[in-house]
């Protein structure tokens, strides 16, 4: 099993930034891909930002030139970079992480708790 625990999420204010990050402990094998997602109140949980394992990345159109995922594979964490946040960019925030654990040939996908952002004067 993979555990994932996220923090950085708080208040601010627009045009602000705060750097998520996520960290992946457990029985973990290989680690295929890290990404973050978004869910807004009554809306759909969408993909933010994606970075596989050998640093391709992939952002929404929303987020692109500010938003920055990077990761570092010794730790096995992903962070995210979020500078001039909108008030639009309010949502709890979830990790993904796709990996191999040492029982299993399979991958599957881990999900964080989530992490409330809130962009607002």
């Known amino acids: 099993q993979v555990q994932l625990v996220e923090s950085g999420g708080g208040l601010v204010q627009p045009g602000g930034s705060l750097r998520l990050s996520c960290a992946a402990s457990?029985?973990?094998?290989?680690?295929?891909?890290m990404g973050w997602y978004r869910q807004a109140p009554g809306k759909q949980r969408e993909l933010v930002a994606h970075i596989i394992s050998f640093g391709s990345t992939n952002y929404a159109d929303s987020v692109k030139g500010r938003f920055t995922i990077s990761r570092d594979n010794a730790k096995n964490t992903v962070y995210l970079q979020m500078n001039s946040l909108k008030p639009e960019d309010t949502a709890v925030y979830f990790c993904?992480?796709?990996?191999?654990?040492?029982?299993?040939?399979?991958?599957?996908?881990?999900w964080g708790q989530g992490t409330q952002v809130t962009v607002s004067s």
């Open positions: 993904r992480v796709v990996a191999r654990t040492g029982s299993s040939p399979y991958v599957a996908e881990y």
């Open positions: 457990g029985s973990i094998f290989s680690i295929n891909a």
